[in-house]
């Protein structure tokens, strides 16, 4: 499998933080930071920051995500954003199967895959989370778990639509808790997906995929961790929300 074929991709996830004039002083900052970087830099924001987000990375290199959508284009549901509505306002990415979504909001496999369905019909480019809580990893179950994981929401994706997929590898127990995986086991499980992504698809589809590491990548140990054969990137949490670390993950990436 050879790294190089495939785009490096930083993405921060602010989670639910920075009001709008916080965002727009934030991005303001990040720009000059990254300007020109070898990589992919992504900002995935709240909903009520989009707009105002959008504005701010005009004539930068940063593009802008959501940090999840709906599966219908429309209807009766409350408190809900379309993959559709995200398009129209500019947004290129949306992260799907945040860990904190199936945790907290009741995301299952099944409702992670028809959010990958809505959002490559929209023409989104989809962040597909998985990753394995601390007592699957204790069991001995994480190649299994993450593998059924990638196999279900890839479930129905074309192998020309996997080029608007990036998957995300990220173990519950390493995110905002300052637990990293060691660059080994980030390495390890990124490469065990790029397997099933093989046998999915064939080899060049999954030498092309690029596979994300998250939880707890920061400036210190971001070198490290991108360093590895089979990590082509970072979703980036609490250290997104900072310029400085954020641009340093980005140079890493970079290199
Ligand atoms: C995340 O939210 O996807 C994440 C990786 O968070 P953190 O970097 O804070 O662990």
């Not at 940090?67 to 559709?84: Q, V």
Request: with cysteine.
């Amino acid at each position: 499998m050879n790294k190089k074929v495939r785009k490096a991709v930083i993405a921060g996830n602010w989670k639910m933080n920075k009001t709008p004039a916080e965002a727009k002083v934030l991005v303001e900052e990040m720009a000059p930071l990254v300007k020109g970087a070898d990589c992919g830099v992504v900002v995935c924001v709240p909903y009520v920051d989009l707009c105002t987000v959008l504005d701010a990375v005009k004539g930068t290199n940063i593009e802008v995500g959501a940090e999840n959508c709906h599966w219908e284009k429309s209807g009766a549901y409350t408190g809900e954003i379309s993959a559709d509505m995200l398009v129209s306002m500019g947004v290129q990415y949306v992260i799907i199967g945040h860990s904190e979504r199936r945790t907290y909001f009741g995301d299952t496999d099944v409702t992670v895959q028809k959010r990958v369905r809505a959002a490559l019909d929209a023409g989104l480019t989809v962040i597909l989370c998985v990753g394995e809580y601390l007592e699957q990893r204790e069991q001995g179950i994480t190649d299994e778990l993450v593998a059924m994981q990638t196999k279900i929401a890839l479930g129905g994706v074309s192998k020309q639509e996997l080029s608007k997929i990036i998957i995300a590898y990220e173990p519950v127990w390493a995110i905002g808790t300052g637990k990293t995986a060691t660059a080994e086991q980030a390495n390890e499980v990124c490469s065990v997906i790029r397997g099933v992504v093989a046998g999915l698809y064939d080899n060049a589809a999954a030498d092309a995929l690029t596979i994300q590491y998250g939880g707890s990548m920061n400036a210190k140990n971001a070198e490290e961790l991108l360093d590895q054969p089979d990590v082509d990137g970072g979703l980036i949490g609490g250290a997104s929300l900072k310029a400085a670390d954020f641009s340093v993950i980005v140079k890493a990436a970079s290199r």
